[in-house]
């Protein structure tokens, strides 16, 4: 099959994502992994949160395929709440990065009135997580509008989205990260000079990753399932 063949067939299964399980999402870009047949099943389970990456461009097709996988999750009565801010520019993400070492530095002082000697200690380490925290080469914030039709159900509409973008990016071989704490929020906001108009869902960076991580442990299914009833 072309590359584009490849292309417009993984495009359209990943817009009938959730439609059927089995389908097959076919042929991530070979260039990253040598696995080449990524069903939906697959994309779902190899997924992991990734937290370093290499600094190998997203091909804006890639970037778009994810984005509008993002797009195409349910929401409340159809309403679409989002935004997807696309931060590219190594010097805005340098700026997220900086702010969130000062904001970090600035809560261990509070909370710990730490020596010179653990401060600075401290201050090695926070530098080191956030380096591989913003080594990938894109982020992508999701936002909800207050304003929507019926903003009460943004906080479900959020993370679809998300879910979906997360899936959709790890089939065509890129990580992600659904970032809440670990990027305060009054960073971004700050940064990206988000309207008050708008509430953050996540912050995810898209990349390749230096490895994927183990599956961290995961509860039994049997433990999830109530039969019936309560
Ligand atoms: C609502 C939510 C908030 C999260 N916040 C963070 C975060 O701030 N920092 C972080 O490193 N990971 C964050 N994560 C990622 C989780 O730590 C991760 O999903 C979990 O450890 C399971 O690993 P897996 O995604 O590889 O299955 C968050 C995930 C969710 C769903």
């Given amino acids: 099959m072309s590359e584009f063949k490849r292309r417009e067939f993984l495009k359209s299964s990943l817009l009938t994502a959730g439609l059927g399980a089995g389908a097959v999402l076919s042929c991530a870009p070979s260039k990253q992994e040598a696995e080449s047949d990524l069903t939906i099943m697959d994309a779902i389970m190899k997924r992991?949160?990734?937290?370093?990456?290499?600094?190998?461009?997203?091909?804006?097709?890639?970037?778009?395929?994810?984005?509008?996988?993002?797009?195409?999750?349910?929401?409340?009565?159809?309403?679409?709440?989002?935004?997807?801010?696309v931060t590219r520019d190594p010097a805005v993400i340098l700026k997220l990065k900086e702010a969130?070492?000062?904001?970090?530095?600035?809560?261990?002082?509070?909370?710990?009135?730490?020596?010179?000697?653990?401060?600075?200690?401290?201050?090695?380490?926070?530098?080191e997580y956030y380096d591989r925290c913003f080594s990938a080469p894109i982020f992508v914030t999701i936002l909800t509008d207050n304003k929507s039709r019926w903003p009460s159900y943004n906080h479900w509409d959020g993370p679809m989205a998300a879910g979906n973008l997360m899936i959709a990016a790890r089939a065509l071989g890129y990580g992600t990260v659904f970032y809440t704490d670990s990027v305060p929020d009054a960073v971004?906001?700050?940064?990206?000079?988000?309207?008050?108009?708008?509430?953050?869902?996540?912050?995810?960076?898209?990349?390749?990753?230096?490895?994927?991580?183990?599956?961290?442990?995961?509860k039994d299914l049997e433990s999830f399932i109530v039969k019936e009833s309560f």
């Avoid at 904001?103 to 926070?126: D, F, W």
């Avoid at 971004?188 to 961290?216: A, F, H, M, S």
């Fill in 188 to 218: 971004t906001k700050k940064v990206l000079n988000i309207p008050d108009q708008y509430e953050r869902v996540c912050i995810t960076p898209i990349g390749i990753p230096v490895e994927w991580p183990e599956t961290p442990e995961k």
């Fill in 48 to 85: 992991r949160s990734v937290r370093h990456f290499k600094p190998d461009p997203v091909p804006e097709a890639d970037l778009r395929m994810i984005l509008d996988a993002a797009r195409m999750a349910a929401t409340a009565g159809n309403q679409q709440p989002w935004k997807f801010i």
């Fill in 100 to 127: 969130c070492i000062a904001a970090s530095i600035e809560s261990m002082k509070k909370r710990e009135n730490p020596s010179e000697e653990k401060l600075k200690e401290n201050t090695a380490k926070v530098t």
